[in-house]
Nanobody, 123 residues
Framework: QTRLVESGGGVVQAGDSLSLSCAPSGGTFRSSAMGWFRQSPGKERELVAGIRWHDGLIVYGDSVMGRFTISGEAGQHSVFLQMNSLKPEDTAVYYC????????????????WGQGTLVTVSS
């Protein structure tokens, strides 16, 4: 069964940079959009950044605008997240996600998820 696999999480200090990668593993995979979401304890899962393949639309969550950059390779269904100027409030489990038929950036509309990778930013 094909699944999304994330890599690159870890523990960093405030102001540091970190990059995350995500690619499918295990077989044929389709996507019309991919993105990164995050969830911290007691909070709902939120969009960090997303990319829609057919028109190249890129969106960011308000809290990461100007600090994070998403990129990807549509043909390989892989996405990357470059995170700069990290803050303690960026601490969360980061999930890679994909959808075959894009309809919304809301996490409830996305069907494929990775296991998540923990990013911890210390002050």
């Amino acid at each position: 069964q094909t699944r999304l696999v994330e890599s690159g999480g870890g523990v960093v200090q405030a102001g540091d940079s970190l990059s995350l990668s995500c690619a499918p593993s295990g077989g044929t995979f389709r996507s019309s959009a991919m993105g990164w979401f995050r969830q911290s304890p007691g909070k709902e899962r939120e969009l960090v950044a997303g990319i829609r393949w057919h028109d190249g639309l890129i969106v960011y969550g308000d809290s990461v605008m100007g600090r994070f950059t998403i990129s990807g390779e549509a043909g390989q269904h892989s996405v990357f997240l470059q995170m700069n100027s990290l803050k303690p409030e960026d601490t969360a489990v980061y999930y890679c996600a994909a959808t075959v038929f894009w309809s919304s950036w809301s996490p409830g509309h996305w069907g494929s998820w990775g296991q998540g990778t923990l990013v911890t930013v210390s002050s």
